[in-house]
Every structure is written in C-alpha cells, then in structure tokens.
C-alpha cells in the first residue's frame, strides 16, 4: 500500500519568513496530493491540491511542488503570519477503490 | 448549504456504555470515512465506506462497528466504551473518483470515564 511520509512534524517560524514543508511518497500510480490545515479545536480543511500531471500550483502566499521521479511534493508559505500557526497534513491518493494516504503532520507555530 | 454534520460534538461517559456517534453528510459523496485523532496528533483511519451497504475495515484496529444503510449517514457504534477510546472522531466524505478531496465533520470529542 501507499506510505506516506512528512517532515518535520514541528516547524517554527518568525512571522515574515517563509516555510516549507515536504511529503514522500511510495506507491508511483499515486496521482492527487492535497494538503489540509487543522486550526486549533477546528476540523481538516483542505488549503491547496496539485495532480501529477502539474509541477506547481500556486494560491496567492501559499504553493505546492511536485517531483514525480523523486516521488516527493512540498508546501511553501510565503510571508507568514500568525495566523498561519496550525497542524498541516499532506496525503496521497489515486482514485477508484484506493483510500487516501495522510502523512503523520507538521505544527507549524509563528511567532509574531 | 451543504456540508458533513456530526452529533454530539462532545460526550462524556462511562464505562462499559454502548454509545453511537452520528455522521450525516448533504454533499451526495459515496466514500465516506471515520478517524481517530488525539488534539493535533495524525489521523487515524478506522472506517470507511464506498457507498450504501459497503464497510471496510481502516489501518487502526478499532473495537468499534459502523453501517451505511443510506448514503448521506454513517454512524459509528462502540459497543463497550473504555478509556482508551477517549480521543476525538472526525467522520469525512470525499468526491467522488478523480480527486478525492476529503470534506471533514466538526468532529466529536469523546471522554470516557
């Protein structure tokens, strides 16, 4: 089955800076890769997605990367602000019958 | 407005009680999902379904049943809370084949005494 692994589960930042996180994956037939935000006492929200047949999608401060060969794909966010302190999840799915795989989470903290 | 609905978002009981968390979802999705999350930890996958009458067993071995008999509802029944079940379920619904975005309940965070 899929593995997907993240890192690092604990990021902190000062407010301004940029910060990336990055996801591994396993299974190559893997072809959708979201990413979520969980604020504190609040539910898994999706922020950005990005399909294989893409390398980069952007939204404003935040963007995803995708490398298929190395099987890895990353979240960048630009200018960060307090707000942006939350849990992030990355996953990994290929449609049909095949359920997502989410990655462990990274806290991101950002001190104002 | 359609949206993924879970009742009650909190409950606090004893132990040895049958207890059963609902999940309703308008958004007409046929896969839906139960997970197990401590506060900011990962998720824990325990259930999920691919449409009425369909339930599969997730990663986490959970002592818990759930059925889909409709499409918009999916409860989750323990049959004997303990005090390990004590964490927060967030039930999910996703689109359906080609992008499988997960749409994510309020969640229900369950203390067992």
């Known amino acids: 089955g899929e593995n997907v692994e993240q890192h690092p589960s604990t990021l902190s930042v000062q407010e301004g800076d940029s910060a990336v996180i990055k996801c591994t994956y396993s299974?190559?037939?893997?072809?959708?890769f979201p990413w979520y935000k969980q604020e504190l006492g609040k539910r898994p929200q999706l922020i950005i997605d990005?399909?294989?047949?893409?390398g980069e999608k952007k939204d404003q401060r935040i963007a995803v990367t995708l490398n298929k060969t190395a099987k890895h794909f990353s979240l960048h966010i630009t200018e960060t602000q307090p707000e942006d302190s939350a849990v992030y999840f990355c996953a990994a799915s290929r449609g049909g019958s095949y359920i997502p795989t989410f990655g462990r989470g990274t806290s991101l903290i950002v001190h104002p | 407005e359609a949206d993924i609905y879970q009742t009650p978002r909190y409950l606090v009981i004893g132990t040895g009680k049958k207890i059963t968390l609902e999940c309703s979802q308008t958004m007409g999705h046929d896969k839906m999902y139960w997970y197990q999350q401590d506060p900011g930890m990962e998720l824990h996958l325990i259930h999920y379904?691919?449409?009425?009458?369909?339930?599969e067993k997730g990663d986490l071995s959970s002592e818990s049943t759930v059925s889909r008999i409709r499409t918009e509802h999916f409860p989750l029944t323990l049959e004997s809370a303990r005090p390990s079940h004590t964490s927060q379920y967030l039930c999910?619904?996703?689109?359906?084949?080609?992008?499988?975005?997960?749409?994510f309940g309020p969640g229900t965070r369950l203390l067992v005494l």
């Open positions: 299974d190559s037939a893997s072809n959708y």
């Open positions: 990005i399909r294989s047949n893409v």
């Open positions: 999910a619904s996703s689109e359906p084949t080609g992008r499988e975005t997960q749409y």
């Open positions: 379904s691919y449409g009425v009458n369909s339930t």
